[in-house]
């Protein structure tokens, strides 16, 4: 989608290695998301940001870690990838209205399809 | 915890049927939802988002609808196309983190 971008498209990795993928956006959005989507589970919520800096867990952080050092920049980390990580992961931008709290809509990226060997 | 149930799962109709797919949600204290269509190995594209205080959001052949205190919303196809085959995914907004999703209808349209 424009105004966001996630790379990489396709990646391969072995069992137990690091791996990172990156969300940017251009949208200058306060609020960033990473989902994996998984047959049977659905989407579901990894990590997300409220700002730089700013991060907190969602259903299933176990085993990832994510950073936001510049507003257009979210990194998702897999820190000693395993089979079960295996997963079409998504990144997510949105904004609410300073002040009263309604949130716009949500932006996904066009995903990164992961396969850990 | 919210939960999002969509029935149904799966659903074959021929061109040209109106069809409705159904969306529930557990917790009404929702600010916003959001029906998203997903094509097979493709991202989310976002149809309709209805915030909390509205009833309703049409877009050309869609309309959603959006009754929060029974938890419940609709989306309405008019005149459907085999275009239209796809995932359709009904999330809702809690506040901050983020979306909670259904598991979508898997929509056939029958040329």
């Known amino acids: 989608d424009a105004g966001i971008t996630q790379s990489p498209r396709h990646k391969v990795t072995e069992t137990g290695t690091p791996v990172t993928l990156r969300c940017h956006q251009t949208?200058?959005?306060?609020?960033m998301y990473w989902y994996r989507q998984d047959p049977g589970h659905g989407l579901r919520l990894i990590h997300y940001?409220?700002?730089?800096?700013?991060?907190d867990k969602g259903e299933v952080s176990d085993g990832y870690s994510v950073s936001r050092s510049k507003t257009e920049d979210f990194l998702l980390t897999l820190e000693s990838a395993t089979s079960s990580q295996t997963s079409v992961y998504f990144c997510?931008?949105?904004?609410?209205?300073?002040?009263?709290?309604?949130?716009?809509?949500?932006?996904f990226g066009s995903g990164t399809r992961l396969t850990v060997v | 915890k919210q939960e999002v149930t969509q029935i149904p799962a799966a659903l074959s109709v021929p061109e040209g049927e109106n069809l409705v797919l159904n969306c529930s949600f557990t917790d009404s204290a929702i600010y916003n939802l959001q029906w998203f269509r997903q094509d097979p190995g493709k991202g989310l594209t976002s149809l309709l988002l209805?915030?909390?205080?509205?009833r309703e959001q049409t877009s050309g052949r869609l309309n959603a609808s959006l009754d929060k205190s029974s938890g419940r919303s609709t989306l309405y196809i008019a005149a459907s196309q085999p275009g239209d085959s796809a995932t359709y995914l009904c999330?809702?907004?809690?506040?901050?983190?983020?979306?909670?999703f259904g598991k979508g209808t898997h929509l056939i349209i029958q040329p």
């Open positions: 209805i915030q909390s205080s509205q």
């Open positions: 949208e200058n959005h306060r609020y």
């Open positions: 999330a809702v907004v809690g506040g901050a983190d983020g979306l909670t």
């Open positions: 940001s409220y700002g730089v800096k700013d991060t």
């Open positions: 997510a931008i949105s904004e609410a209205r300073i002040g009263t709290g309604a949130y716009y809509g949500y932006t």
